[in-house]
């Protein structure tokens, strides 16, 4: 931990919940709602306050495909602003300032680039009340450095205008500090969670997937992320080849939707992985990949604080990942094994001795990870954590 960020994991940091009738209401704005890292996480963060007595209205700047019903279900209210990919319009903006000026809301809480600094901008204008913004990543670009180094200056000029930023692990933050993008006095670390008791290893799980597998006993590997340049998986791909090579009982499975998919069927074709390799698409069985499979690999790029491992470490997986963003805050002290992205030998030998090593040490493994996360990574105390932030930022509330 940066010594000037401020720690929200001190147990000094956590409230209890908002009394009956006060009911504050959070707006939480986020880019998108799909099945990803970020959005998972606001999905949970939704959950978690309503069950403490919040009133949560949920912003999508895009569409939603995924979470509607659920969150609608524990009495969220969801609305779209119709945006696409990647950039801001004025229809979109102009919905969103009819929103804040219809309706009262406590705090907006925005998650990602594009939701910070149209939160950001809200503020500006007088029309939003307080903000916070929370940083997924350690850069804020998909790929190439001038867009990085813009939206890190969009940061730098609307920092005025937002309570505090959260980043989703120290190494972020450092990251921020280092290059001046954040104010340490304003920015909080607040990692990532997910609840442990919704992902647990089940042995029947286990067995009707691995059914599905071309050879029931193979050693099977998962990977869980969109397919885009972030994960890497042309890397993952290219290592599981050496894996392959020398270990023939070696099966990949990869569940994910993205701008790549075509790209990366032809490279399994290409590297004549066709029936050693399947990307499965979509899945909302993710407990149950994980139950089945015997380990679980990550090859990002770059990285924030990922959900996908978090939700392995819980169903005590066994994991290899590269050593970017926050991951090795999740795999330390023997809980996974880490080497350095975009290096396809490095993940390759990083897999095969993971592959090697007992079953019993594999165990082990698992079984450290998922402690890690019930007692760093909970979803609960993700909650408890924002929460008193928002306490911070509207005092006048409570």
């Known amino acids: 931990m940066n010594p000037l960020a401020c720690d929200s994991t001190d147990p000094a940091f956590v409230e209890a919940p908002v009394a ?23 999905y949970g963060l939704a959950l978690g306050l309503l069950s403490r007595g919040w009133r949560v209205t949920v912003v999508s700047m895009m569409p939603p495909t995924a979470f509607v019903e659920e969150l609608e279900d524990a009495g969220a209210t969801v609305h779209s602003l119709g945006m696409s990919p990647g950039r801001l319009n004025l229809s979109g903006i102009a919905q969103f300032m009819r929103l804040l000026l219809t309706h009262r809301f406590d705090l907006i809480h925005s998650h990602m680039f594009h939701a910070n600094l149209l939160a950001r901008l809200a503020r500006a204008s007088g029309i939003a009340p307080n903000v916070v913004c929370t940083v997924h990543n350690i850069t804020e670009a998909k790929r190439g450095k001038s867009t990085a180094r813009l939206r890190e200056l969009a940061y730098v000029l609307t920092n005025r205008w937002c309570h505090a930023t959260i980043a989703i692990s120290d190494r972020v933050a450092q990251r921020y500090f280092d290059d001046g993008i954040l104010l340490p006095a304003r920015t909080h670390v607040i990692v990532n969670g997910v609840d442990p008791d919704k992902f647990l290893r089940s042995p029947m799980d286990r067995g009707i997937l691995r059914r599905e597998l071309r050879s029931p006993d193979a050693f099977l590997w998962l990977s869980v992320g969109r397919l885009e340049f972030q994960k890497d998986f042309p890397n993952l791909l290219t290592a599981f080849a050496r894996v392959a090579a020398s270990e023939p009982n070696a099966h990949l499975w990869i569940a994910g939707t993205g701008s790549l998919h075509a790209e990366l069927l032809t490279l399994i074709r290409t590297l004549g992985l066709s029936n050693r390799v399947e990307i499965l698409g979509a899945r909302t069985d993710i407990v149950a990949l994980l139950s089945a499979c015997d380990g679980f690999v990550l090859a990002s790029r770059f990285e924030g604080l990922p959900v996908a491992i978090l939700e392995a470490a819980s169903c005590e997986c066994p994991i290899v990942a590269t ?17 350095p992205s975009e290096d396809s030998e490095a993940l390759a030998t990083s897999m095969l001795s993971l592959m090697r090593t007992s079953e019993t040490e594999r165990r082990r493994m698992g079984a450290l990870a998922r402690q890690g996360v019930i007692e760093e990574f909970s979803l609960e105390a993700t909650v408890r954590r924002y929460e008193s932030l928002y306490r911070e930022a509207a005092p006048c509330v409570f």
Do not use: D, K
């Open 20 to 42: 009956p009738g006060l009911r504050p209401h959070v707006l939480l704005l986020t880019v998108s709602l799909l099945v990803g890292g970020a959005e998972t996480l606001v």
């Open 323 to 339: 050593a970017v963003g926050g991951n090795g805050e999740i795999l330390h002290s023997g809980a996974g094994r880490l080497c």
